[in-house]
């Protein structure tokens, strides 16, 4: 597909996805057995920086 390439952008010029590689998982309210199993995939660097992200509508989600 090189033929296809017109040009190659450097990585400073790419802007990247909001929260790109970032999943929500939910459980039920009071289900604290589930609340622990989710609890040990979460990343907390990325949960945070998906937080703020949230916080300042730029990824057109509000958290309730």
Do not use: F
Not at 1 to 24: C, F, K, R, W, Y
Not at 32 to 40: E, G, H, P
Request: proline residues 2%; hydrophobic residues 45%; negative net charge.
């Amino acid at each position: 597909m090189t033929e296809h390439v017109s040009s190659i952008l450097p990585i400073n010029d790419i802007l990247l996805a909001v929260a790109q590689g970032a999943i929500g998982i939910a459980c039920r309210e009071g289900d604290d057995k589930m609340v622990n199993y989710i609890a040990k995939l979460n990343h907390e660097e990325t949960r945070l920086a998906v937080w703020i992200l949230y916080d300042m509508g730029v990824c057109g989600l509000v958290r309730k």
